[in-house]
């Protein structure tokens, strides 16, 4: 069994760029949801997608966007870099919409905006 | 605002001895919990989950205890060992929501 994959492991941007981030989920998971750990922080949530349609949604800007493809592997995409958005970026997957199964997660993507 | 809190940002305990990490909520929807450990430069790990029909769950030397009424839950590890080092974080869902709200984190270490 695949667990969930994440890259690139390190980004180092400047303000005012945009960043892509992927995650291939853990096989048979269908959900894919995206959080941001600031340091000394629990984690936030972003979004969830579910067959491929984004299916609920935290307190970021729409900046923040995302896809997830047939396959079940999503992408974060973040415009305009602030500064405020070095953290760590984590992708979990899960079985099935909403809270209701575990989410297992990636060794994330750990951002740095300069 | 946060929902979910666990107030104590360290602790410390002997090997062989009893760890409890503590966790509140506010929010009385929440009916799903889980508990996660992370070590450094790695993405959060599963441990164990309790749903609100339930007072207790256990999985080898992890139990979790949910008490709705006060709404607080606590994860124990017996024994602890020095692999157990690591930061716990608690988590919390509703069935009528998509996301889980997390605590701050607890960083246990587990002396030799």
């Known amino acids: 069994e695949t667990g969930v994959t994440q890259s690139p492991t390190h980004l180092i941007k400047t303000r005012g760029q945009q960043v892509t981030l992927r995650c291939s989920s853990q096989?048979?998971?269908?959900?894919v949801s995206w959080y941001q750990q600031a340091l000394g922080q629990g984690p936030q949530f972003i979004f969830q997608?579910?067959?491929?349609?984004?299916?609920g949604r935290g307190n970021f800007p729409p900046r923040f966007s995302g896809l997830q493809f047939p396959n079940y592997s999503s992408e974060l995409n973040v415009n305009a870099l602030e500064l405020d958005d070095s953290a760590l970026y984590l992708c979990?997957?899960?079985?099935?919409?909403?809270?209701?199964?575990?989410?297992?997660f990636g060794n994330g993507t750990r951002l740095t905006v300069t | 605002d946060q929902q979910v809190k666990q107030n104590s940002p360290s602790l410390s305990v002997q090997e062989g001895r009893i760890s409890i990490l503590n966790c509140d909520y506010t929010n009385s929807m929440f009916d799903y919990f889980l508990w996660y450990k992370k070590y450094p430069a790695e993405g959060p790990t599963f441990l164990i989950s309790i749903s609100s029909i339930k007072d207790k769950n256990e999985d080898g030397r992890f139990t979790v205890f949910l008490n709705k009424s006060a709404k607080h839950l606590s994860l124990h590890i017996v024994p602890s060992q020095p692999g157990d080092s690591a930061v716990y974080f608690c988590a919390a869902s509703s069935n009528t929501g998509n996301q889980f709200y997390f605590g701050t984190g607890t960083s246990l270490t587990v002396i030799p």
């Open positions: 979990a997957s899960s079985l099935g919409q909403g809270g209701t199964s575990p989410l297992h």
């Open positions: 997608y579910y067959r491929e349609e984004e299916n």
């Open positions: 096989s048979g998971h269908n959900t």
